[in-house]
């Protein structure tokens, strides 16, 4: 499935969309709230190819406050949300 994962800077408030394809939710959600893509470091990667970079040129350490996550599918319902207290 088409998924479309809205990434946001927590530090500038700019929202890019990443657009990837996966067929498995359950994984979506372990990979974005656990695993490699939870991470900055990693987020940083997807928000610069969204906005037309080369992912390098914005990288940033790994930690997980900087970028927050929503992701939808085609339809526009949520598959995935950070859930951030």
Request: aromatic share 8%; proline share 1%.
């Amino acid at each position: 499935m088409n998924l479309h994962a809205h990434i946001t800077d927590t530090k500038t408030g700019e929202t890019r969309v990443h657009h990837f394809q996966d067929d498995s939710p359950s994984l979506v959600e372990f990979d974005w709230g656990e695993n490699n893509n939870a991470c900055d470091c990693n987020r940083s990667l997807h928000f610069s190819r969204a906005g037309g970079g080369d992912g390098w040129s914005e990288l940033r350490e790994c930690g997980n406050e900087r970028y927050v996550v929503r992701i939808l599918n085609d339809a526009g319902e949520t598959v995935y949300e950070d859930s951030r207290d």
